[in-house]
């Protein structure tokens, strides 16, 4: 069992950047690939980016065109989502997940691989 806190998310203006933080407990997350999803009221939870348990590899959803960057520092327990350059329709409740899945491949783009979900910490950004 793992526990997953995300932190991070505040209101900002279009164009601006954060970082969101998501800190596990309970357990390794050196033992998890991590994701970060993201979901507005009333749609689809939607894949944003993934990380491999050591951190040498990363997935990114096609809409990210590089503007946001994943990553993680297993010694702290913590996976980050640096966002630049946010758009206004980008205002959405950002999850961490974190999934036993062994293999990275592009299943880790599924909502569906995933075992354990953080609440949420909710990103706005103003026009």
């Known amino acids: 069992q793992v526990q997953l806190v995300e932190s991070g998310g505040e209101v900002v203006q279009a164009g601006c950047s954060l970082r969101l933080s998501c800190a596990a407990s309970g357990r390794p997350i050196s033992t998890f690939v991590m994701g970060w999803f993201r979901q507005a009221p009333g749609k689809e939870r939607e894949f944003v980016a993934a990380i491999s348990r050591s951190g040498g590899y990363t997935h990114y959803a096609d809409s990210i065109e590089g503007r946001l960057t994943i990553s993680r520092d297993n010694p702290k327990n913590t996976v980050y989502l640096q966002m630049n350059s946010l758009t206004p329709d980008e205002t959405d409740v950002y999850h961490c997940?974190?999934?036993?899945?062994?293999?990275?491949?592009?299943?880790?783009?599924?909502?569906?691989?995933?075992?354990?979900w953080g609440q949420g910490t909710q990103v706005t950004v103003s026009s």
């Open positions: 997940a974190a999934t036993r899945r062994t293999t990275f491949d592009l299943e880790v783009g599924s909502w569906c691989s995933y075992d354990y």
